[in-house]
Each structure stands twice: as C-alpha cells, then as structure tokens.
C-alpha cells in the first residue's frame, strides 16, 4: 500500500506541472521527460546492464514505450475534434482496461464490495471530469467523433495495463530494466516526431522537461512496485481517482481553486470508492 500512496503522489506532483505547464514546443518537452526517465531508470537499475538474459523487458518496454506516445498522440486529436472535457472523460474511462485484464486474464477476483469501489471510483472520475453547469451546451450540429475517443480509451488503459503483464510475464529483478525500455522507446519515437515538426530544442523545453521527468519516473517506478504487492482492480482505480482527489485539494490550497457542487460530490463518491476498495 506504501508503494501506491507513493506513486499516487508523484503522479500528482506531475498532473499539476503539466496543468500548468506552457511551453512552446510540446515534442521538445516530452523528449527531454523521456530522456530523464530513462536516465533514472538506467540510475537505479541492478546492475546496470541492458540485457539481463531475458528479452522480455526489451520487447514489451519497447511496446509500451511507443503506446505511451500514441495514447498521447490520440489524446491530442480527440481533443482537437472533441474537445478537452470528453476527451478528458475517455481518458478516465481508459482504467476500465487494465481492471477487465486482470479479472480476465490473470484471474484476480474482487468481493462483491470491492466491485462496488471500482463502479464507484470509474463513476466518480467521469462525474469530476465530466460537463460543467456553466458549460454552454453544443449546437445541434456539432459532431461527436466516436473513433478518436474510443482510441483514447483503449491506448490510455493499454499503457497503464502494460505493467500489469510485465508484472506477469517479467521477473521481479528486471523491473527497472523495463522501465528504462519503455522510455528509451518512447524517447526515440518522440526525436522523430521533433525532427519531422523542425522545432529546435530550447532551454525552456529542457527545464520543463526535466521537472515533469522526475515525477513521470517515480509514479511509473512506484506504480510498477504496487502492481507486485496489490491486485489491479485496486490499484488502478486507487491511483486514478486518488490522484484527483489530491490534484483537487493541492489545487484549493496553492491556486485557490473552489470545486462546484458536482465536483464536491465526486469527491464524496471517491471517498467512499476508495474505503470499498481497501474493505
């Protein structure tokens, strides 16, 4: 539990640099965060050696690194065609994917209690994500793109699920060694995407890079850690909605932010999730 509390926090820290991040060239920043992960990784590896007699961590870090990408890549159209606030609920429906994985394939089974927290928790984060009072409604004619948002959906949960199978599919001791494949892979993909825009690299995008690296690898880290010790029908709808309690709470506090009565409601269903969940 120590691991997912960690690794809630961090994610955390990250979402509020990324809230208020603006930069001028988003592939720069991405890049120099891929680069700094997979230093750490490298870092904190033991020993440091690429190849530790299984190719698992190569392949499927190399799989999850370039999904990483994609899901961003998706996010970013869907919410060109579709907008931020559906988009954004998409994205949080995306943890139904690792929870239908483990229940399916790897045969976790939660109490009837247990599945109440994550119909719960999945509620709530649509609930907190989803259309304020004071949004004005669509015109009649504005299209929903269903292909764009059912991509974010199933990328988003297919990088969060991918720890769970190396989890399964992986030995303990080359944990590290995945990370730092996934973000090697992730890093290369974004160069080519950097040198196909022809934006140069700035000190800006290096300074905000290396601030959303850092907590980028430990959520990733310590939520790879979590997997080990906790079933993943708790863990992913522990981190995902804990981590928008925390963003709403830092948020009163440091920017004065006030939530509206629905998001004050979610909160109050996140609550209650996360008690189900750990019952």
Known sequence: MLFLLLALLASSV??????????GSPYGVY?????TCALLAFAAMEPRALYNGDLTPCWLGGITGLVYLASLAVNGYSIHKNGAILSSVFTRLGVLVPIVL??????????????????????????????????????????????????????????????????QLGRRQDD?????????????????????????????????????????????????????????FLVYPSYSVGV???????????????????QMGAAGMILGALVLLNL
């Open 31 to 35: 890049l120099v965060n891929y680069i």
């Open 102 to 167: 483990s229940v399916t394939l790897f045969g976790e089974r939660p109490t009837l209690l247990q599945g109440l927290g994550v119909a719960l928790a999945v509620a709530a984060a649509v609930i907190m994500n989803g259309f304020s009072q004071k949004t004005a409604p669509a015109p009649a004619e504005h299209k929903v793109y269903l292909l764009p948002l059912v991509l974010t959906l199933l990328l988003n949960g297919t990088s969060d699920a991918m720890s769970k199978v190396f989890t």
């Open 14 to 23: 990250l979402a509020l640099v990324l809230k208020y991040l603006n930069a």
């Open 244 to 262: 928008i309690l925390v963003i709403s709470v830092a948020s009163f506090f440091l920017f004065r932010e006030r939530l509206n009565r629905r």
């Open 176 to 232: 590290g060694l995945f990370m730092f494949y996934i973000f090697l892979f992730a890093g290369l993909a974004t160069l080519v995407l950097l040198v196909k825009s022809r934006r140069a690299l700035t000190g800006r995008d290096v300074f905000f890079g290396v601030l959303v690296g850092v907590p980028n690898f430990l959520s990733s880290r310590l939520l790879l850690a979590a997997l080990t010790e906790l079933p993943a």
